[in-house]
């Protein structure tokens, strides 16, 4: 099973680029993030044509999530985080794809900090803290995917000295996801790439993709019984490099069946 996270930046206006990739690439999954779009908006004929079911929350001209499935239905378990009734933005859907619950999330950029925009991020960050670990006691397999916002070590950024007091990298924010991975998640990309300098967005200023000075800021957290079926995770990053995309690449993992024998993997 082939599960995808794409922040696309506008799934209408950077439709042709998720169509060319969807075909190229032939995900299983697809989490979709920024579809900046009310749900009436949502390109849904399209994104069928090119033999995908999806559910999907919009929002008008910001945020809005959406999942994405090949050759079956999801199955809509959730639409919003549990935490804050009075909260619109469009930042979490859920839903179950062949046996597997896909939380599909956009986590608050945070900035300015300091500043009620970031207070909202931390307040974000502990609402799916609180959620990851109902999930977990569930004791089924369950990935947390998307755009996290968060960089989560040095290594995930490029000239971290610059970073210090952007809410993306804040030290808050790092040991929110830290706290996060510590209830017991698996991520992913650095579980299977441990040491590797690896980015999932890049700036449209300065050239920044030529130069790659990214960042990684899209993440799969993976529940033990789906970590131990992780065989493949990616960065499709020459997608970031195509006329009119997003500065975000997709990023995949592929899972198996059954778990696979291999040496423990490390979280993140």
């Known amino acids: 099973m082939k599960i995808a996270t794409y922040n696309v930046n506008g799934v209408n206006g950077r439709l042709e680029v998720l169509l060319r990739w969807l075909h190229e690439a032939e995900p299983d999954v697809v989490v979709l993030q920024e579809l900046k779009a ?3 908006k949502f ?19 910001w945020n809005g999530v959406a999942i994405l499935s090949r050759g079956q239905e999801p199955h809509l378990t959730r639409k919003g985080l549990p935490g804050e009734p009075e909260d619109e933005q469009s930042r979490y859907i859920e839903a179950i794809v062949n046996g597997v619950v896909i939380g599909g999330l956009y986590l608050p950029n945070g900035n300015p900090y300091p500043g009620p925009k970031f207070d909202y991020k ?9 959620y990851a670990a109902e999930l977990l006691e569930l004791k089924v397999p369950v990935v947390l995917v998307g755009d996290y916002n968060v960089m989560p070590t040095e290594l995930d950024v490029y000239k971290p000295e610059r970073w210090t007091d952007d809410a993306l990298f804040r030290l808050e924010v790092r040991e929110a996801f830290r706290n996060l991975v510590g209830l017991g998640w698996t991520d992913a990309l650095r579980a299977l790439h441990p040491g590797e300098r690896i980015y999932t967005f890049w700036d449209y200023f300065r050239n920044a993709y030529a130069r790659d000075a990214g960042l990684r800021l899209d993440h799969f957290l993976l529940s033990p ?44």
């Open 225 to 268: 019984d789906l970590a131990a079926r992780l065989k493949t995770a990616e960065v499709d990053k020459h997608v970031r490099g195509w006329e009119h995309t997003s500065d975000h690449a997709p990023v995949w993992i592929e899972v198996s069946d059954k778990p696979i024998k291999r040496r423990r993997l490390k979280n993140g």
């Open 43 to 61: 390109p849904a004929k399209a994104i069928e044509a090119a033999g995908y079911d999806a559910v999907w929350h919009g929002q008008k001209s």
């Open 38 to 40: 009310p749900d009436a």
């Open 122 to 130: 931390l307040r974000w960050f502990q609402r799916l803290h609180d």
